[in-house]
């Protein structure tokens, strides 16, 4: 398949600016997965949770240099997923795109969901389904508006969530030099004691890379996000290049900054480090302020997983994948009945969370559990297949490219599979890498189905 410039048209708005699509990079992992979820990692690994994020962040950030590389060469909403069928067929674009869909509307739900248990704690009055359905009518309204909308949404709401973490590592830092009031010199004892920087062995960093790599998820919504904005090419390039390296620092330097202000035994379950942090250097309302941030986080992690979600459905309608009713465009440039088809699933599994959180919606959370390693492993395969073929053919259009190629490339493939194999003898991890594997493999016989149904034909 020749690589045509009209393959890349996309009869969206382009209505996103280079601003959003920066924010949009640094805000989409930025999310409940650091803020709370950290606190997991920490409690297996210690101090050595700092080495598990630098693991786990160099692994997202060479699938994001591959997958910006393909996305600056090749702008489409579809992202990944039309990178997947011009480089390894419509069996991989269909699996991948599908796979990401769901994954999208299922994680919506638990995002729409724990936003309203922290707004129910606030106004207890009103029931947390009713939340719920707030959340859902407010961001359906704000994806149907004009795509600019949505870009100033999330623009605001990852702008909260850098400057939180840019003042948890100001004060954090002044508290281990004892330069804030009443405070003395923590040093990094805490960092060598309690058990030493690897209290449970790299065993323990290795358990910690299990619990924080999928907390990196996010990142791909950006290359989506470029399709629709003024200048493709050169704002995916942007974005990939400002964000990686940003986003590692803000994770590292948040987990280092934790571990050397508390020792790591301190940390409690089912609260956040960054609460324990700031109660302990004497932040008043440390629990309410982060309350707020992990608030706001998850509101824009709905916000830009419906938006993800739609135009990965467009895309598939586009490409006959999906039905090609959801192809209607609406005023502004947006995919209105994609978007609805989006939040209409996303509306089922809220339900499926209130009624039956133990049941079937654990069933739909496992079984997405480890679909990002399977979307990130097509990323790297269709890079391999395409970095070839534009150079070959367009090697004007490789903006962005992928460092050490080839051999980065396979050592990330490599670290993916060592990833499967570590989920396979963990026993949490375990039952979310199987319901992956099979809904992944659902997907795929559907796939075959239709391409053998094709070739018939």
């Known amino acids: 398949m020749s690589l045509r410039v009209d393959d890349v048209n996309e009869p969206l708005s382009t209505g996103l600016k280079q601003r959003h699509l920066t924010m949009l990079g640094l805000g989409g992992v930025i999310g409940a997965g650091l803020f709370v979820g950290s606190g997991a990692g920490i409690a297996v690994a210690g101090p050595g949770i700092v080495v598990s994020y630098l693991i786990a962040g160099a692994l ?8 910006g590389e393909m996305s600056a060469a090749m702008p489409a909403s579809g992202s990944f997923s039309v990178h997947a069928e011009r480089a390894l067929g419509r069996w991989a674009g269909f699996s991948v795109g599908w796979l990401y869909w769901f994954l999208l509307v299922v994680v919506l739900a638990v995002e729409a969901t724990g936003a309203a248990q922290i707004a129910n704690g606030w106004v207890p009055g009103v029931p947390q389904w009713a939340w719920v359905l707030l959340f859902m009518l407010v961001f359906t309204a704000t994806n149907l508006a004009a795509v600019k909308n949505f870009g100033e949404f999330e623009f605001w709401f990852a702008t909260l969530k850098v400057v939180a973490i840019i003042a948890f590592l100001v004060l954090g830092t002044l508290a281990i030099f004892g330069l804030l009031p009443d405070t003395d010199p923590v040093g990094l004892s805490h960092l060598t004691g309690d058990g030493g920087f690897l209290p449970r062995g790299w065993q323990g960093v290795v358990s910690g890379v299990l619990a924080v790599i999928f907390a990196f998820g996010g990142l791909e919504v950006v290359t989506i996000a470029a399709a629709e904005s003024d200048d493709p090419v050169r704002s995916v390039a942007r974005a990939v290049r400002s964000a990686v390296f940003r986003i590692l620092f803000f994770y590292v330097g948040s987990m280092l900054v934790i571990v050397t202000v508390m020792p790591w035994t301190a940390q409690k379950a089912g609260i956040s480090p960054y609460v324990t942090v700031l109660d302990s250097i004497g932040v008043p309302s440390a629990g309410q302020i982060m309350n707020i941030v992990v608030f706001v986080a998850l509101l824009s992690a709905l916000n830009a997983n419906l938006y993800g979600s739609s135009r990965m459905i467009f895309s598939l309608a586009e490409r006959d994948e999906a039905p090609r009713s959801l192809l209607k465009v609406g005023g502004g440039g947006v995919p209105r009945r994609a978007v609805l088809a989006s939040v209409a699933f996303g509306f089922v599994s809220v339900l499926l969370n209130l009624e039956w959180p133990d049941t079937v919606f654990l069933y739909m959370l496992n079984s997405v559990g480890a679909v990002l390693l399977f979307v990130w492993a097509l ?17 004007e259009r490789l903006v962005l490219k992928m460092w050490a190629f080839p051999y980065l490339t396979w050592a990330a493939l490599a670290a993916m ?24 493999a659902a997907v795929l016989a559907v796939a075959g189905v239709r391409e053998l149904r094709a070739r018939r034909v």
Do not use: H, K, N, Y
Request: overall charge positive; charged content about 20%.
């Open 417 to 440: 599979a060592a990833v499967f194999g570590l989920m396979l003898t963990d026993d949490t991890a375990r039952p979310q890498l199987l319901w992956s594997t099979g809904a992944t």
């Open 379 to 395: 990323i790297a395969a269709s890079q391999l297949r395409l970095r070839r073929r534009i150079e070959a053919e367009a090697p």
């Open 60 to 67: 997202a950030m060479c699938v994001m240099r591959m997958l």
